[in-house]
């Protein structure tokens, strides 16, 4: 079975500050990976997916995230970040074959970024 | 912006009651699915619907849980008889296709039991 790590349940950081949440994930078959978004008082959403090609992907609004296979990891950047960007965000593990959908995702606990004035 | 909506947004019952929650998901997705999440915990797969059949599951989905798509714009959760432990926000996702599509969730439902 699979499984998510976000170590950090809270990140700090200064507007305008580079930030990285990370995530690892444990699968002994290939994964497809996500990073969700919750914003206050609303759903999930999805900010970015990894399946195949090139490992960087990026989101509409400045995130990006790299597939690392060697280090099992999934980390979520953005060079500045913005108030908008408070929010909550899990990373998600979909084991390959069952095509990227929400079948079977496997969640992390999540991480509350927080963005201080 | 079509998306997934979820009443009621927060259920307060009583253990041993019934409760339904209630997802309309996005009009034209066949796929249709319950996460939930206990406070400070992850979020937690519970069952996943198309065809008008449950096509996956997991563990937590026990007998004390179904799911029905009552008409042809309603998806439901029944919790037969509420435990404490059952306490979680709950989330309904849908999506177009199982291959390569997004997932969209809607808002939860915050189920207390007490």
């Known amino acids: 079975a699979q499984s998510v790590t976000q170590l950090d349940s809270q990140v700090p950081v200064f507007e305008e500050a580079p930030v990285e949440l990370r995530c690892n994930y444990s699968s002994s078959v290939s994964v497809y990976l996500f990073w969700y978004v919750q914003y206050p008082n609303q759903g999930l959403q999805l900010l970015l997916k990894?399946?195949?090609?090139?490992?960087l992907v990026e989101s509409i609004n400045g995130f990006e995230a790299e597939f690392n296979k060697s280090q099992t990891s999934f980390h979520l950047r953005k060079p500045s970040v913005h108030i908008s960007d408070t929010a909550e965000y899990f990373c998600?593990?979909?084991?390959?074959?069952?095509?990227?959908?929400?079948?079977?995702?496997?969640f992390g606990k999540g991480t509350h970024l927080i963005i201080q004035p | 912006e079509p998306e997934v909506t979820q009443t009621p947004s927060h259920q307060v019952t009583q253990m041993g009651q019934e409760v339904i929650l209630r997802c309309v998901p996005i009009s034209n997705h066949l796929y249709f699915y319950w996460y939930r999440q206990i406070l400070g915990q992850k979020v937690e797969f519970l069952v996943s619907f198309y065809n008008n059949e449950i096509s996956e599951k997991s563990e937590i989905f026990d007998d004390q849980f179904s799911v029905e798509r009552p008409d042809g714009s309603n998806f439901t959760l029944k919790i037969r008889s509420t435990k404490l432990e059952d306490s979680a926000m709950y989330f309904c996702?849908?999506?177009?296709?199982?291959?390569?599509?997004?997932?969209?969730f809607g808002q939860g439902t915050r189920l207390t039991v007490v």
């Open positions: 990894y399946l195949s090609g090139s490992t």
């Open positions: 998600a593990v979909s084991v390959g074959g069952s095509g990227g959908g929400a079948d079977g995702l496997t």
């Open positions: 996702a849908s999506s177009e296709g199982q291959l390569f599509t997004e997932a969209f």
